[in-house]
């Protein structure tokens, strides 16, 4: 996994929270499940710069961007496109294994 394009692979997890619609009413929730994981991608990607991700620091992330997919509600299609389009774009082989849709 260490010839992950970071830039890239930030990129599409952002968009991928931008992009899907939220399903569920609790605005509680979403402060908590949505804001606060987004937020700590876009600070984990200015202390991350411009060197490679880890496969662990992988994993960290996908689990927040996952937070936000259970906490918005998004459907498993729509999950898996999105975990589809950021392997695609970031030129990750294969996403973990505890990634699930």
Same mark, same amino acid.
Request: glycine share 8%; aromatic share 8%; net charge negative.
């Given at each position: 996994?260490?010839? +992950? /394009?970071?830039? %890239?692979?930030?990129? %599409?997890?952002?968009? @991928?929270? =931008?992009?899907? &619609?939220?399903?569920? @009413?609790?605005?509680? !929730?979403? %402060?908590?499940? +949505?804001? @606060?994981? @987004?937020?700590?991608? &876009? $600070?984990?990607?200015?202390?991350?710069?411009?060197?490679?991700?880890?496969? %662990?620091?992988?994993? #960290?992330?996908? !689990?927040?961007? /996952?937070?936000?997919? &259970?906490?918005? #509600?998004?459907? =498993?299609?729509? &999950?898996?496109?999105?975990?589809?389009?950021? =392997?695609?774009?970031? !030129?990750?082989?294969?996403?973990? $294994?505890?990634? !699930?849709?």
């Amino acid at each position: 996994m260490s010839d +992950v /394009d970071s830039r %890239a692979f930030f990129g %599409a997890v952002l968009k @991928a929270i =931008a992009c899907t &619609r939220n399903h569920n @009413a609790d605005e509680t !929730g979403y %402060a908590e499940g +949505v804001l @606060a994981p @987004a937020t700590r991608i &876009r $600070e984990f990607e200015k202390e991350v710069g411009e060197r490679g991700l880890t496969p %662990a620091e992988i994993e #960290q992330v996908l !689990g927040w961007l /996952d937070s936000t997919f &259970r906490t918005k #509600q998004t459907p =498993a299609e729509e &999950r898996e496109y999105y975990l589809g389009k950021i =392997a695609e774009v970031s !030129g990750l082989a294969r996403l973990p $294994e505890n990634v !699930g849709v």
